[in-house]
């Protein structure tokens, strides 16, 4: 009974976190890809140039109004460069932890049947499921018995009825 309620958390708890993989990926992308200093020091400088560029009359001072906005732009363009390289890496990583994700909970449903695979989890009369014992029974063919391999199937389809019904 223990490693049927066990097996039901770890369906619920490897659905919930399908729903944070962006989350879990932007705090480790945040810590693996930071930014560099010379990136932080071209962001000072565009505010720099920002702000002396609102001190400069755009009627009075053209020329050096528009050296300013050249320097920004320039910088900015620098700065868009290494955020889209950093955005690709992030989304790389993002899809790296969904994978990650379903091989881990593959993983651990294998080793669970595998480890369970000679006795059934509960032992049910056997006239219940009469046109599908063996089925049910899986892997190991105890008629009447729920096999571990069953009892999975039962509950992701049972977690993923419920995350479609209060989506809705």
């Not at 050296?67 to 320039?74: A, F, H, N, S, V």
């Not at 992030?90 to 449903?109: E, F, P, Q, S, T």
């Not at 105890?142 to 009825?161: K, Y």
Request: proline fraction near 2%.
């Amino acid at each position: 009974m223990f490693l049927m309620i066990f097996i039901l958390v770890l369906v619920i708890v490897f659905a919930l976190l399908q729903n944070f993989v962006k989350d879990i990926a932007v705090f480790v992308g945040r810590k693996v890809f930071t930014l560099s200093d010379e990136e932080l020091d071209m962001r000072v400088k565009v505010r720099d140039l920002k702000d002396e560029q609102s001190h400069v009359s755009m009627m009075d001072e053209f020329a050096r109004y528009m050296k300013l906005q050249r320097c920004i732009d320039k910088l900015m363009t620098e700065l868009k460069e290494g955020g889209s390289s950093r955005q690709k890496k992030m989304a790389m990583l993002n899809v790296g932890v969904k994978i990650g994700l379903h091989v881990l909970h593959a993983l651990i449903m294998l080793c669970l049947v595998l480890s369970n695979r000679t006795e059934p989890l509960v032992m049910l009369p056997q006239g219940w499921f009469f046109p599908v014992g063996k089925l049910v029974a899986l892997p190991t063919g105890v008629t009447g018995g729920v096999g571990i391999a069953c009892w999975i199937l039962v509950c992701n389809a049972v977690v993923l009825r419920g995350k479609r019904l209060l989506d809705c």
